[in-house]
């Protein structure tokens, strides 16, 4: 990670500058089994897709247990009855599947990180592809704003996460970022809320491919002002989060609504 931007630089964004007075709603009340089935379904569709690996995780503030995504069924079919619940030592304590051995991943981070109560993992491609390479995006768009001081590289590799004594090792390699790129493997996003963690995964997608984008030119870009985009970070994750959420939700909906049963 990089240093922090000086409270006294950092140019104001976010909540502090502006925030609508009316937002565009989902249009339907959400249990956290249906929320989270529209998560899988909207990250599958823009490519959180390799479809024999990747789990969302949501604990809820003051609980032990959290919902996950069963083993097996591809992101792109789950409805609200295909979540499980497992119980913080991996344990499956409701649904009709078994999960993921690399569960820990979740359960660890959840445990470390009380501010980490969504936890989003898979392999999407333009971040693989940086991945493999072992190193981060570079931040050369305002959108990039978003992960200023708060991405990581996991510069080593070491096989399947499928204990919690290695997951444990791996949440000691993130500390308190919020976006992980985990060399030649993939990404942990997270989030206080299922809308943050949604935001960051679309996001840190669609930075690698534009970062993968402006490699291939083979030109510098001009740098951005690191003030100038901590106020873009505020206004980000303050404003452009939830909206984002509530029209992935939507077009999901729209597009099949047994994403609900
Ligand atoms: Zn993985």
């Known amino acids: 990670m990089t240093e922090s931007v000086g409270v006294g ?3 104001a964004g976010g909540a502090a500058v502006w925030s609508p007075s009316v937002v565009p709603p989902i249009g339907v009340e959400l249990s956290n089994s249906q929320a989270l089935a529209i998560a899988f379904r909207h990250l599958a569709d ?26 097996g069924l591809w992101w792109a079919e789950l409805t609200a009855s295909d979540i499980c619940t ?7 304590v409701a649904g009709r599947w078994d999960v993921t051995p690399a569960i820990h991943i979740h359960t660890e981070l959840h445990r470390a990180r009380p501010d980490a109560r969504v936890v989003v993992h898979n392999h999407p491609y333009y971040v693989s592809l940086l991945a493999s390479l072992q190193m981060l995006p570079e931040l050369v768009h305002q959108t990039g704003s978003l992960f200023l001081d708060d ?68 030109r510098t870009p001009e740098p951005m002002k690191r ?28 597009a099949d609504r047994h994403v609900l049963d």
Not at 227 to 253: C, K
């Open 9 to 11: 630089c950092a140019r």
């Open 46 to 71: 823009i490519g959180f897709a390799e479809n024999m690996a990747g789990h969302i995780t949501w604990q809820s503030d003051g609980q032990t247990e959290m919902l996950v995504n069963p083993w």
């Open 86 to 92: 497992v119980d913080q030592d991996a344990r499956v």
């Open 151 to 218: 991405l990581c590289l996991v510069d080593i590799y070491q096989g399947e996460v499928d204990t919690a004594s290695r997951a444990r090792e791996l949440v000691g390699h993130i500390g308190g970022a919020q976006v992980a790129i985990l060399a030649s493997h993939g990404v942990i996003a997270t989030g206080r809320t299922l809308a943050e963690a949604v935001y960051r995964s679309a996001t840190i997608e669609r930075v690698c491919k534009l970062a993968y984008h402006v490699m291939l030119t083979g």
């Open 227 to 254: 003030s100038d985009m901590a106020g873009m970070r505020a206004s980000l994750i303050e404003r452009a989060a939830d909206v984002y959420w509530a029209g992935a939700a939507r077009m999901t909906i729209k």
